[in-house]
């Protein structure tokens, strides 16, 4: 439990904001452990992204996802999979 973050995690509603403005109408979830912080997200069907879909299974269909080893914060984990699913929205759309 050596690298558990244990501190209050202040940037987490910085994250929050951030991931609501740019990937508006996505849910997401969050977790912690001694071991890792974690979050997943995908678009909903209010999403703008939701057509993306290309076959059962994919990203935006299954969810982009992240296991960070601690030390790392729910902010990490949660800016972690905002970023792969914006590299996978710029792919798509080849942007």
Known sequence: MAGWQTAPQDDLQM?????????????YSLGECQVSCDASCAPTVESEHIHLIEKPGDPFDAGFHADLSQPSTLADALRDVMQQALDEIRKRKGN
């Open 15 to 27: 994250a929050i904001a951030e991931f609501k403005s740019k990937l508006p109408g996505w849910w």
